[in-house]
């Protein structure tokens, strides 16, 4: 679209950019960490995650990193998994400045169109 959805106000990539905007030290983070936490936001907002009853943990907290959102998976560093009910929440560990690898949201019954 030419960039044109991040300028239309109710677009999932224009209400991710602005959720991003407020993000303490916006201006001191880096490329990847920018990259990683629009995308992030826009597919939250794409898929209605802001409008569900079902709190994921860590999502869009803009004093978390992004690699502590619950179903973000990170190269670096490692990641430690513990398990409870009924979410089987995966619990991560000092994962900030990491990349992602791949993000898990099937435990909660999140489906992509």
Excluded: H
Excluded at 51 to 69: F, I, K, N, Q, R
């Amino acid at each position: 679209d030419g960039g044109e959805a991040i300028d239309t106000p109710g677009t999932p990539q224009f209400d991710a950019y602005n959720w991003l905007l407020s993000n303490p030290g916006v201006d001191e983070m880096s490329k990847t960490e920018l990259e990683q936490r629009y995308s992030l936001a826009t597919m939250y907002y794409s898929m209605g995650l802001d409008e569900s009853p079902v709190e994921l943990e860590g999502w869009m907290d803009t004093e978390a990193p992004e690699c502590d959102w619950f179903g973000v998976v990170c190269a670096t560093p490692a990641v430690s998994t513990s398990t409870s009910p009924p979410l089987r929440r995966r619990q991560q560990v000092s994962n900030a400045g990491g990349v992602i690898l791949k993000v898990q949201l099937f435990e909660i019954g999140v489906k992509g169109v």
